[in-house]
Structures are given as structure tokens and as C-alpha cells.
């Protein structure tokens, strides 16, 4: 013990000099500590040793580090300012040195059989962040000189608990950052709604260790809350329980558009007891461009476990979680529209195809053969023929502005048409003019079709053809392949417009040709197209195959020619090769 007061003096000064020399080691808080601990121990043989850290919000002081104390009961004390030694000091901002414990009336006892006890406030910047508290089980343990070097101490003490905590503030603000910056990167990147309710709860974890966690979204008439995905102690779990909007403390934060923070959830009557185990909750509603869309729910066990940090950082991610649930959610209904969409598409190719001749007339004096390939599921290219009295057969070859569905029931609607008017046995230019009034009485705006028509007389051997934009049909005479000088106006744009015929008569091995433009068009990596002299080419060099044979060849050549690239226009090919 102390002797002199030069001695003291001295004693003083390597303490000092010691405890600076500890405290400017270290930035981190629990290493601090525990050096603060084992410095103070050296000065004073305490047994029971403690610091708490005020919560301004709550003003109540918390253990931060303690030695001698039952960790349960650590874990549980809260003590206000005011209340007990330690309380008494912060309020009061000065050393409480208490010789007999038992004679204290408002004493908080943490540790049996404590007799005296001795608390320092710590201050730095004229405010009073924490306390250091020692106890002993013999009555006046602490003497006034204990009192005073730790006075001396604390509040050097303090500072370096405050910069610590600063750091700390600092250094976990920045690894939150990153960890929201990653969190937000992999959330947006997940389009499939269950896999992305189990990343979140998975990414939720690293920056709040909860202990229960749901995500509730409101349903499509936003009257309830839906519960989506919950986690019990770190088990998935069905929670069927539906909440009606603006009921409970996640109802609260939906209907109030803010985050809902409750420290004791007992003592809160908006809380429904879903979970008997359940002290504490964090609602964070989820906010879409000013759309709810839903709640983030999160629970302990703890009282006050959750604090204005997780709200801030929650908040934060909120946001990102809404904007990945909302791209989720639209994906997949639009993937949902798109499965629709592909089950009616394939519908209407059946249907479309269905309405394509199933075979080809059989003639005594010629042979037929087409084929079809369309650009996409279902195409705007049609064929057929129309039923004529022998031994007359019409061939019909047509092409609908446009792609897909559209083309698609516009040359239904065209084939109709066609049909319509072949109980008439119309000549070639009457049946064009005929489909041309009907479309022209029913008008769609961009809407038109190239077509030709055939008139092939199986006893005459003549060929009469009239057209009306399709790419003019090839004839092919011994070896030799020419256009069909036909044109005219595409159906459906000019009423007024006229068709002439063109009539020729055929030879035994003449060979007729009908296409669409897709063929032609055909093009390659080089952006090269098929042409029309290749088409005409492959006509006379499989002239003498069978019709059938001749139209697989073009096929065949185009398909060669494009180098597998993409069909992008419908493709349409009917023969007829005289006996």
C-alpha cells in the first residue's frame, strides 16, 4: 500500500503512463476491456469486476464486459439511470464507494453475498458514457484511495472506449455496406420467387442474427398478408396463418408505410401471438415505387434485442428486396404468359395446319406436291385447293403481310374466303377480284396478301394463272425455266384493282412452279440470298424427278445455301408436273 505521497505521486504517474500505454494499443472494443480489466487489476485485487455502457435511447446501462458474474444473469439486468450504485453514479456523474451493500435501499443484487461496492462513472466530452463497477464479498473492501485512482483512470478510460466504439461504429457501417452492396448485386440476379424468399433469408442472417424470420406479401386484392417464407430457429416451417391488412404489428407497418420496432412485444396490443417464444420484433415494410407490396418480419426471444441500427440497415435492404421481388414476380407472371402463350400458339399451328390441304389432288395427266415450313410456330403463308369439278384443279398460293398470330388468322381468315367463293369456279383473276372486295368490305389497317391463283385443266393440259404480288411462278420446258409474266396489285388495299390471266399449255415433263418469298429470300452468313436464278437452277437440274422430289430439292438447296442460319420469313413450295 501506499506509504508517502511522493510515492504516491509516482505510483500515480506509472499508472498513468501504463494505462496509456494500453489503451493507445488497440482499437478494438473487447480487446480493450479486457486490458482495462487486467490494468485495474494490478492497482486494485477486485473479485467481481464489470463495465456497462449507457443506451442513450433507453437510458439504461447494459454489460459490456464483466468477470465474476453469471452469464444468464449478464445477459438479463437492465439498469435504468438512477436505479442501484451504478445507476446512481451516472445520474449523479461522480464515484458512488458504497461500504455495505445491505444498507443500501434501492441495491440491485447481480452476484450473492456482495457486501461493498465501488462505481465510476466514465466521462468523456462532458458525457457520461458507461461505468465501471467493482463488488466485493467483504464489507468496506474499497477505500477512498481504490476510488480515486480509478477516478484518475476513467476517464482516459473513457475516451478510448469511445474511440473504440466509434471504430467499431465505423467498421461495421462499412462492412454492412459492402455486405448490402453484395446482397443487393445477387438478390436482383434471382428471378424465381421461391429460390429468392430462401437467398434472403439466408443473406437477412449475416447482418441480423434473428431468430424468426417471415416474408409476408400482401395478396392480388390487398386485404391480407400472405405468409410466403418463414424460418424458425433456422428451420423452414408453413405458416398458413393469413393476416388481414392493418391487423398485428406487420399489418401496422403495411397500413402506417414504416418500419415498426417494438422492444417488448407484451406490452404492445397491436402484437398477435403467433409465437409464444417471441419478445421482441422488427416489421419492415416492403415499398415499390409507393406500392406496399409486402412485410419483412423479424423475432427474438430477447426483449430489445432488435435497436435503431437493424432498422436502418433493414430499411436499406428493404428497398433493394422489394425492387428483386417485384422483378421476380413480373418474370414469372410473364413467364406464366409466355407458357400461356406457347400452349395457344401450338393450338393454333395445329389449327393452322389443319386447315392446309392434308394431301394433294391426284390427276391422271399431272402430279402435285407442296410443302410448308413457317418462320415461326405458326406463319402467315398459305396453300390450297379449292374444290373445282373435274378435271379442273385450282391452286391457291398466298402470303399474309406480317408474322405470327396476326398473319396467322388474317390468312385464315383469307383461306375462308377462298373457299367461299370456290363453289362458283371463279377463272384465276375472277377468284383474286372476288377475294380482294370481301377483304377490301373488311379492312384492316397494314393488312394485305400477295396471292396466286391456278387454273390447271387436266384434259386440256393448259395452265391459266392469274397473280397478285407473290413472286412470279417458274415454268420449266425441256431444260429450260422462264417466269410466268403474271402481276398484280397484293388484296385487300385498292378496290378497284384488276387481275389479268395468263394461259399457257403444257408439254408431257413441263414442270410448275409456286412460292412464296421466303425461299427467295433465303439468306446466308454473308447476308447473301438464295435468289432466283439458284431456284430456277435446281428446277431444271430435277426436272426429271417427281414432283415431289423437285420441291425437297428447293428446300434442300435453300436450306444448304443459309448455312444454318435462321428462317426468318415463311416458306411456302407447290409443284405440279405435267404426265
Not at 473487447?30 to 494490478?42: G, I, S
Not at 416474408?215 to 398458413?240: A, G, M, T
Not at 387436266?458 to 411462278?473: F, Q, Y
Request: aromatic residues 6%.
Amino acid at each position: 500500500m501506499v506509504t508517502s505521497s511522493q510515492t504516491q505521486r509516482v505510483d500515480v504517474e506509472a499508472l498513468l503512463i501504463e494505462v496509456a500505454d494500453v489503451l493507445n494499443t488497440t482499437l478494438d472494443l473487447d480487446t480493450l476491456l479486457q486490458r482495462v480489466a487486467e490494468v485495474v487489476k494490478r492497482v486494485i485485487d477486485y473479485e467481481i469486476f464489470s463495465i456497462l455502457l449507457l443506451n442513450e435511447r433507453a437510458q439504461e446501462l447494459r454489460f459490456r464486459f464483466q468477470i465474476g458474474h453469471l452469464p444468464e444473469v449478464v445477459e438479463r439486468i437492465r439498469v435504468k439511470v438512477g436505479e442501484g450504485v451504478t445507476g446512481r453514479a451516472v445520474k449523479e456523474r461522480r464515484t458512488v464507494l458504497v461500504d455495505d451493500v445491505s444498507k443500501e435501499t434501492h441495491y440491485i443484487e447481480a452476484v450473492p453475498r456482495v457486501r461493498s461496492e465501488l462505481a465510476v462513472p466514465l466521462i468523456t466530452k462532458n458525457k457520461v458514457i458507461g461505468v465501471i463497477d467493482l463488488e466485493a464479498r467483504e464489507p468496506s473492501y474499497f477505500k477512498d484511495e481504490h476510488a480515486r485512482l480509478l477516478a484518475i483512470i476513467g476517464s482516459r478510460i473513457a475516451v478510448s472506449i469511445e474511440n473504440a466504439r466509434l471504430y467499431t461504429r465505423v467498421a461495421r457501417q462499412a462492412r454492412t455496406l459492402e455486405l448490402l452492396t453484395e446482397i443487393s448485386r445477387e438478390l436482383t440476379s434471382i428471378l424465381n420467387l421461391d429460390q429468392l424468399f430462401k437467398r434472403i433469408t439466408d443473406l437477412v442472417v449475416k447482418l441480423i442474427d434473428y431468430q424468426m424470420f417471415s416474408i409476408l406479401l400482401l395478396d392480388e386484392k390487398k386485404e391480407k398478408l400472405v405468409h410466403r417464407f418463414s424460418v424458425r430457429f433456422k428451420e423452414n416451417v408453413q405458416i398458413k396463418h393469413d393476416i388481414p391488412c392493418g391487423s398485428g404489428l406487420v399489418g401496422a407497418a403495411v397500413t402506417e408505410r414504416r418500419t415498426i420496432l417494438v422492444p417488448d412485444v407484451s406490452k404492445d396490443h397491436r402484437y398477435i401471438k403467433v409465437n409464444p417464444e417471441t419478445r421482441s420484433e422488427l416489421c419492415v415494410p416492403l415499398i415499390y415505387k409507393d406500392n406496399v407490396l409486402g412485410v419483412l418480419d423479424l423475432e427474438h426471444t430477447r426483449r430489445g434485442y432488435f435497436n435503431e441500427d437493424h432498422v436502418r440497415v433493414m430499411s436499406t435492404l428493404a428497398a433493394q428486396i422489394a425492387i428483386a421481388i417485384e422483378n421476380a414476380t413480373l418474370y414469372e407472371k410473364l413467364a406464366g404468359e409466355e407458357r400461356r402463350l406457347e400452349r395457344d400458339l401450338a393450338m393454333a399451328r395445329e389449327v393452322q395446319l389443319h386447315l392446309l390441304p392434308p394431301t394433294c389432288p391426284s390427276l391422271p395427266n399431272a402430279e402435285l406436291a407442296a410443302r410448308y415450313n413457317p418462320a415461326h410456330a405458326i406463319g402467315g403463308d398459305m396453300y390450297d385447293f379449292p374444290d373445282y369439278k373435274f378435271p379442273r384443279t385450282c391452286i391457291t398460293v398466298g402470303d399474309v403481310s406480317g408474322k405470327g398470330a396476326p398473319a396467322a388468322l388474317y390468312g385464315a381468315l383469307v383461306s375462308g374466303i377462298i373457299r367461299s367463293l370456290a363453289h362458283q369456279e371463279p377463272s384465276p383473276a375472277q377468284l383474286l377480284s372476288g377475294v380482294n372486295r370481301a377483304l377490301n368490305q373488311r379492312r384492316l389497317d397494314a393488312n394485305y396478301v400477295v396471292l396466286c391463283c391456278a387454273l390447271w385443266d387436266d384434259a386440256k393440259k393448259t395452265m391459266c394463272v392469274a397473280n397478285s404480288g407473290l413472286p412470279r411462278p417458274i415454268h420449266c420446258r425441256n431444260g429450260h425455266a422462264h417466269m410466268i409474266e403474271s402481276a398484280g396489285l397484293p388484296l385487300g388495299m385498292f378496290e378497284d384493282a384488276a387481275y389479268d390471266e395468263t394461259t399457257i399449255h403444257a408439254h408431257p415433263g413441263d414442270v410448275f412452279v409456286f412460292l412464296s418469298d421466303g425461299i427467295i429470300d433465303s439468306s446466308n452468313a454473308r447476308d447473301e440470298q438464295f435468289g432466283r436464278a439458284r431456284v430456277e437452277h435446281v428446277i431444271v437440274k430435277n426436272a426429271t424427278g417427281t414432283a415431289q422430289q423437285i420441291v425437297d430439292a428447293i428446300f434442300d438447296a435453300a436450306n444448304t445455301f443459309s448455312e444454318g442460319m435462321e428462317v426468318f420469313d415463311d416458306q411456302t413450295v407447290v409443284v405440279l408436273k405435267v404426265k
